[in-house]
C-alpha cells in the first residue's frame, strides 16, 4: 500500500501484506502516521521542534529513550534527521511494536523494549541507566495526573545531568473554558470534512489492523490489555512544567504550542 492511500478508507489490510514474512512494515507506519495526522495536522511541525530542541541542547549523536514509543514514530524522524543517534523505543502495545520492530528491522542503532510505564520496576528492561533524552508524544495522556508524576520522577532519574525530556501532547488551560470550547468546535469541523475526504480514523485503523494476518493476534492481545482507549488526563502545560521541576528537572517550559496542545521541554 502507498504512503498516498495509507490514511484513506482505499486502504485495505490486503494491501499491507497477506503474512508476517510479506507484510510492508514501512506502509504501515505510514498509515499510522495518516491516521494520527488526522487529529493532529500539525505534527510534523512539533516533531521539527522537537528536533531542533535536542540538537539545540544535546547535540547531533543523542542517546534517546523513546517513550511510549508506539510505532517507532519519533525514532524514524530522529535517524533520519540524525543518522549517528542511537534509540531505545518503550511501549506496551503489541501490535505497535511489531510494525515498529518490522519497520526498524537490522537497524543496529534501535532497540526495543516491552514494559508497562505504570510498573514499578519498569526501567529495569531499559538496556542503558542513563538518556541524552526521553521524547514522547501523544502518549502520556493515556495516564493519570498521579501515575504521570511518578513517571516524571522515573524518568528524571534516567535523564543525564544536561539532558533533556520532551513531552508533546494534548494540553488543556482548563481556566479558558470558552476558548477551549470554540478551539474543539472548530477542530472538530475540519476533522469532519477531512473524514468526507477519505481519513481514517483510530477505531478504522485498528479495524483494519485487525484483519490483516500478520497483526491480527497482536491486535488482540493489544485490546486485552487496553481495553478501549484508557481513561487518562490532560493537565496544563504548568502542571507539566511544575511537576517536571519538582521530580528534579532545572528547568521547564512549552517550546512550541497550538491552540489544543503543546510541547514541553525539561532541562535537568
Known sequence: MSETVAGTRTATAAGMGTGTAGTDWQAWQQSWDRQ??????????????MLDMVEAT??????????????????????RRFPDARSTGVDLDPAL???????????????????DLTAPDWTGALPHTEYDAVLTATALHWLRSGPLATLYGQLARLVRDGGVLMNADRMIDRTTPRINAAERAHRHAVMDRAKEGGAVDWAEWWALAAADPALAGPTARRFEIYGGHADGETPSLQWHAET?????????????????????????
Open 36 to 49: 494520527q495526522e488526522w487529529y493532529m495536522p500539525d505534527r510534523e511541525e512539533r516533531f521539527r521542534v
Open 58 to 79: 544535546v547535540g547531533p549523536t543523542p542517546r534517546v529513550l523513546d517513550l511510549a514509543c508506539g510505532t517507532g514514530s519519533i525514532t524514524d524522524r530522529l535517524l
Open 97 to 115: 511494536l511489531t510494525i515498529a520492530r518490522g519497520s526498524f528491522a537490522g537497524d543496529d542503532r534501535v532497540t526495543f523494549v516491552t514494559a
Open 244 to 268: 517536571l521541576r519538582s521530580a528534579g528537572f532545572g528547568e521547564a517550559r512549552a517550546v512550541w504550542s497550538s491552540p489544543s496542545d503543546g510541547l514541553l521541554l525539561a532541562l535537568k
